[in-house]
T-cell receptor, first 115, second 111 residues
């Protein structure tokens, strides 16, 4: 169990640029989640996948955001035409199906700063 | 109805003391209540979790107390240590996905 891995750890970009983040979940976990955390707040749900299927998206996820999980392994989160309000920590988590014995395991996040 | 309200926002406790953090929820469909600990620059890490069929769960120095009728639950950290200084988040969910998190409590334990 190597944990949930996220890359990059930090990203600074100019407003209007596109950015892409990657998440590698714990290998046997079939569920993968994206959350966003702003300073002084708790994580907010963005979307989740079961295997390669994206099953739910939050209203927070504007049409500038897109997430994929090809082949049900790693996932990418892309933000197009970034805005200053997109500055946040983007957290990925994974779990093993919907078992109560398999809670969410979070990565250390990607901190995005939009200048 | 999806909110989880957490208090206090910050807490300072002497070493060896008891730290108590409270959360309240509105949605009676929630059936899983985890607590997460987060250190600066790190992702949240699961500390302890409870389901509403029990009123208390203890793991080491950490205890969750759960009051289903009041829709409240709390985290008690006994014998608090400086290494416990972190931000703590309560959460609630139906099932174990789409957690709704509280706003966090920044705990500082003085040596």
């Amino acid at each position: 169990d190597t944990g949930v891995s996220q890359d990059p750890r930090h990203k600074i970009t100019k407003r209007g640029q596109n950015v892409t983040f990657r998440c590698d979940p714990i290998s046997e976990h079939n569920r993968l989640y994206w959350y966003r955390q702003t300073l002084g707040q708790g994580p907010e749900f963005l979307t989740y996948f079961q295997n390669e299927a994206q099953l739910e998206k939050s209203r927070l996820l504007s049409n500038r955001f897109s997430a994929e999980r090809p082949k049900g392994s790693f996932s990418t989160l892309e933000i197009q035409r970034t805005e200053q309000g997109d500055s946040a920590m983007y957290l990925c988590a994974s779990s093993l199906s919907a078992s109560y014995n398999s809670p969410l395991h979070f990565g250390n996040g990607t901190r995005l700063t939009v200048t | 109805q999806q909110q989880v309200k957490q208090s206090p926002q910050s807490l300072i406790v002497q070493k060896g003391g008891i730290s108590i953090i409270n959360c309240a929820y509105e949605n009676t469909a929630f059936d899983y209540f985890p607590w997460y600990q987060q250190f600066p620059g790190k992702g949240p890490a699961l500390l302890i979790a409870i389901r509403p069929d029990v009123s208390e769960k203890k793991e080491g120095r950490f205890t969750i107390s759960f009051n289903k009728s009041a829709k409240q639950f709390s985290l008690h950290i006994m014998d608090s240590q400086p290494g416990d200084s972190a931000t703590y988040f309560c959460a609630a969910s139906k099932g174990t996905y789409k957690y709704i998190f509280g706003t966090g409590t920044r705990l500082k334990v003085l040596a």
